[in-house]
């Protein structure tokens, strides 16, 4: 019984190469969430998909960055361009789909992205 | 909008003292989760608690106890004699419909031996 699993766990990118993190929800999880944690900071929600549907991006940055989570495969986020200020740390989290919508969310154990 | 305000940034204590983490939230949602997440050194989220809007009783798992009291919107974590390896980040966070999750800056924990 996986957790959420997330790949790679660390990853070096020079400014201006692409960056795409994955993330494989827990078996029978139909939500996928994406947060970002920068450096000594809280987390903060970027993005809520469901299978080949993005529900919420209301905290994505507008440009250069992208979500999927196709109908087969783990959920994407693609970030083109990077710069220094996208270092961080970026988790992963899903959940079970229930009428109410208030379930817990599984973090994975996250992707440290650092631009040099 | 949702916030979640944890007012210490920094605690630091000796082991075998009780110490308190403090949470107040703001949500114009009638249901809601509030949650407390632990993030060692190591940097993985450790789910420590979930609590939903309508249950106000408090809870205690071994050294750590939870005070929620919705009358003043507050959620507070104990740990009663703390240990060197509580030293952590602790994070208090707020669900509502949709289940995104409204994160606190975090209470970095540090205990000395």
Same mark, same amino acid.
């Given at each position: 019984n996986a957790g959420v699993m997330q790949n790679p766990r660390h990853l070096v990118r020079r400014r201006g190469q692409e960056a795409r993190l994955r993330c494989s929800p827990m078996k029978g999880h139909s939500h996928v969430y994406w947060y970002r944690q920068l450096p000594e900071e809280g987390l903060k929600f970027m993005v809520y998909l469901q299978k080949e549907n993005i529900i919420d991006e209301s905290g994505m940055p507008k440009e250069r960055f992208s979500a999927e989570f196709p109908k087969e495969g783990p959920s994407i986020l693609r970030i083109q361009q990077v710069?220094?200020?996208? @270092? #961080? #740390?970026?988790?992963? #989290? @899903? @959940?079970?789909y229930t009428p109410t919508a208030l379930t817990e969310a599984f973090f994975g154990q996250g992707t440290r992205l650092t631009v040099v | 909008a949702q916030k979640v305000t944890q007012a210490q940034t920094e605690i630091s204590v000796v082991e075998k003292e009780d110490v308190t983490l403090d949470c107040v939230y703001e949500t114009r949602d009638t249901t809601y989760y509030l949650f407390w997440y632990k993030q060692p050194p190591s940097g993985e989220l450790?789910?420590?608690? +979930? +609590? !939903?809007? &309508?249950? /106000?009783? !408090? /809870?205690? =798992?071994? +050294?750590? *106890?939870?005070? &929620?009291?919705? *009358?003043? =919107? =507050? &959620? !507070?974590?104990?740990?009663?004699?703390?240990?060197?390896?509580? *030293?952590?980040?602790? &994070?208090?966070a707020l669900s509502g419909a949709g289940n995104m999750l409204t994160f606190g800056g975090g209470t970095r924990l540090m205990v000395k031996p």
């Open positions: 710069v220094r200020g996208d @270092s #961080a #740390a970026y988790f992963c #989290a @899903s @959940s079970p | 450790v789910f420590l608690i +979930r +609590r !939903n809007s &309508f249950d /106000e009783q !408090n /809870e205690i =798992s071994g +050294r750590y *106890s939870w005070n &929620f009291q919705k *009358s003043t =919107s =507050s &959620f !507070n974590f104990t740990i009663t004699a703390s240990q060197v390896v509580d *030293s952590a980040v602790y &994070f208090c």
